[in-house]
């Protein structure tokens, strides 16, 4: 379960970097790592508990991060 948790942040981490190196996002390299982190945290921690997700932990990563990318900064931007 810990190994689990560790490479779920490793790949969140990883997905923030680049998105925000290929364009994808304008928020800066942190924001976006955390925002990824946070995410992949979140369905992370609702999969264990309501076994919602896929089969593979790195796909729960990838999927979470990418959600978490699209809905987050999206949601406060209509809000300036």
Known sequence: MFPVLIGTVVIAGIIGYASEKTGFTK???IPSIIICVGGAFLFYFVQIMFH???RSPGLNAI????GALLIVPT???GRR
Do not use: T
């Open 27 to 29: 928020n800066g390299i």
């Open 52 to 54: 919602i997700g896929f």
């Open 63 to 66: 999927a979470a991060s990418i």
């Open 75 to 77: 949601h406060w931007r």
